[in-house]
């Protein structure tokens, strides 16, 4: 069972992949908009706080 900071890590993971996905099919592509698109779903803060904390709870275990 996942935690909540895992399931919206792995969330901004499927958005990031579906975006990259959208990128490369066939057709025409804009590089400027996708990075801007992956850039508004792995920097939002629910994102960068969720790893945060996960890499805090990983550092504390270790110290432990």
Do not use: C, W
Request: proline residues 5%.
């Amino acid at each position: 069972m996942n935690t909540p900071d895992q399931d919206i890590v792995l969330q901004a993971m499927e958005d990031a992949r579906r975006i990259l996905g959208e990128y490369i099919a066939p057709g025409p592509s804009d590089a400027t908009r996708t990075v801007h698109r992956l850039i508004a779903v792995l920097d939002r803060d629910e994102v960068v706080h969720a790893l945060d904390r996960m890499k805090r709870r990983r550092t504390m275990r270790l110290v432990e």
